[in-house]
């Protein structure tokens, strides 16, 4: 069985970075794509990025291109969404994801396993 633990959200200013961590056990962490999602109140659950098993392909919404990016280390079982120039509206729940393939996607369904997520909140 494989388990996700987020961790490094917290509250920050606006223009402030933060990098969220994903630790992943129980598995082959090489064996899986692995995905950062986000979901604010009232609202659908948001793709942000997704990382191939080797990082070799990556994916990014719209709305974290040129502020975040995804990466992994496979010798710690870690992911990582390093998040630059928050702004108000990056304000959410961010939740880690993990699929047994060898095909990145953005789509929330298709991922197997989630974490408990990580509140990020960005005001003034």
């Known amino acids: 069985q494989v388990r996700l633990i987020e961790s490094g959200g917290g509250s920050v200013h606006p223009g402030d970075s933060l990098r969220v961590s994903c630790t992943f056990y129980?598995?082959?962490?090489?064996?899986?794509?692995m995905g950062w999602f986000r979901q604010a109140p009232g609202l659908e659950r948001e793709f942000i990025a997704a990382?191939?098993?080797?990082?070799?392909?990556?994916e990014y919404a719209d709305s974290g291109k040129g502020r975040f990016t995804i990466s992994r280390d496979n010798s710690k079982n870690v992911m990582y969404l390093q998040m630059n120039d928050l702004k108000p509206e990056d304000t959410a729940t961010y939740f880690c994801a993990a699929i047994n393939d060898r095909e990145i996607s953005a789509r929330p369904d298709a991922y197997e396993y989630w974490g408990q997520g990580t509140q990020v909140t960005v005001s003034s």
């Open positions: 129980g598995r082959a962490f090489t064996d899986y794509v």
């Open positions: 990382i191939a098993r080797w990082g070799g392909t990556r």
